[in-house]
């Protein structure tokens, strides 16, 4: 059975940095293109961030630009999200997606971000 774990997530104050981590258990994470989603409360979950299998190239969108980064170590099964100068409305369960090359597509459980003063 694959997994996604993540990781890293915690409570900090606006301004403040947190880097997530999505790792894979029992498969090769090089193999899938990865997307960080969020869920806050009362609101629908939507996409923050995806990176091509390579890591050749990757999107955002517009709300975090210039203040997330991702990144992928594949020797490591490992992406990352690099969140700098949060803010309250970043405040989320952020979730690892991974999508093969047929779509299919495995989630992690999530880990919480929460941004407040």
């Known amino acids: 059975q694959v997994q996604l774990v993540e990781s890293g997530g915690g409570s900090v104050q606006p301004g403040g940095s947190l880097r997530l981590s999505c790792s894979t258990s029992g498969w090769t994470l090089g193999y899938y293109a990865i997307g960080w989603f969020r869920q806050a409360p009362g609101k629908t979950r939507e996409g923050v961030s995806c990176i091509t299998s390579s890591g050749g190239s990757s999107m955002f969108i517009d709300s975090v630009k210039g203040r997330f980064t991702i990144s992928r170590d594949n020797a490591k099964n490992t992406v990352y999200l690099q969140m700098n100068s949060l803010k309250p409305e970043d405040t989320a369960v952020y979730y690892c997606?991974?999508?093969?090359?047929?779509?299919?597509?495995?989630w992690g459980k999530g880990t919480q971000v929460t941004v407040s003063s």
């Open positions: 997606n991974a999508r093969d090359v047929y779509g299919i597509e495995y």
